[in-house]
């Protein structure tokens, strides 16, 4: 019974930090939208919106469940003692992160004039389609590093990242902004945050990692193992986010740019 509630405090305390952590990042994201949406006209913030829905389209299929199987396994395996195969799913789940993120961030730069000319036939946003592919690459490597951090019960980390990321975004574009780079500056500093957050993540990542012992057993059946496991839960993501993303993808193809962002501020 003491162990149950040994663990029942953990578990309470990495709650707590990770909702200070949530909380922190919704305030100040939230600022730094404000700002933002102060500085552009209605018509540069409806771009700065669609700049990042075939990036949000994109993400609902890149990591196929392996972040929520890092969880998973890293917990199982650190109750066993089993340091080597904890080392394997870290190393596993990154390099597969790493991949995927660089394949896809890749193919949304592929995409990024036909979505623009074709799909919204709205030419102007294509360059900052090209941008938000930063966010594609840096996610996959954050939900990396923010897994084995959940795994690991380190709250603390998943909540100093998240705040992080919102800190440097909510400062970036806005100075900018302010610079004179407009609604391309807007894009560039958020997707600039998310890719400082995911390299922070993958610091702290090799630094868990380094202090484990043992040798990473069997990388590719290590793989194999976290997509079969995420592959279901991933199918369920794809369902539920799909009907979102598609219908904005409707939305900016028959609606002006200007519509669009009044829309995103209301949604703010």
């Known amino acids: 019974m003491s162990e149950l509630i040994e663990h029942a405090k953990i578990s309470a305390k990495g709650g707590v930090k990770l909702s200070i952590g949530t909380f922190m990042y919704v305030i100040i994201s939230a600022l730094g939208t404000i700002i933002v949406s102060r500085l552009l006209s209605p018509e540069d913030y409806g771009l700065y919106t669609m700049a990042m829905i075939p990036a949000n389209m994109i993400g609902l ?3 196929c469940g392996v972040n929520l199987a890092i969880v998973r396994y890293v917990s199982m395996y650190r109750s066993r003692n089993e340091e080597g195969r904890i080392k394997a799913v870290l190393k596993g789940g990154f390099l597969f992160e790493l991949a995927v993120g ?16 074709f799909i919204f036939k709205k030419p102007m946003v294509s360059p900052l389609i090209k941008i ?3 966010s594609v690459f840096s996610i996959a490597l954050y939900n990396a590093g923010w897994s084995a951090f959940v795994g690991f019960e380190r709250m603390e980390l998943s909540s100093f990242v998240l ?10 574009s806005p100075a900018l902004i302010l610079l004179g780079y407009g609604v391309v500056g807007a894009v560039f500093g958020s ?8 390299v922070i993540c993958s610091l702290l990542l090799a630094e868990i990692y380094r202090k484990l012992d043992g040798n990473p057993i069997n990388i590719k059946d290590t793989i194999q193992l976290l997509l079969r496991y995420g592959i279901p839960l991933a199918i369920g993501s794809i369902l539920s986010g799909f009907g979102i ?3 904005r993808f409707l939305m900016s193809r028959s609606c002006p740019a200007d519509a669009i962002g009044n829309y995103g501020v209301v949604l703010n």
Request: aromatic share 16%; charged share 10%; proline share 0%.
């Open 61 to 63: 299929f890149r990591d």
């Open 102 to 117: 660089v394949l896809f961030g890749l193919f949304t730069l592929a995409i990024s004039d036909f979505i623009a000319n």
């Open 191 to 198: 997707n600039i945050g998310k890719l400082f957050s995911a």
């Open 163 to 172: 705040t992080l990321q919102s800190v440097v975004s909510s400062l970036t």
């Open 245 to 247: 993303q598609f219908y």
């Open 132 to 134: 938000s592919a930063i």
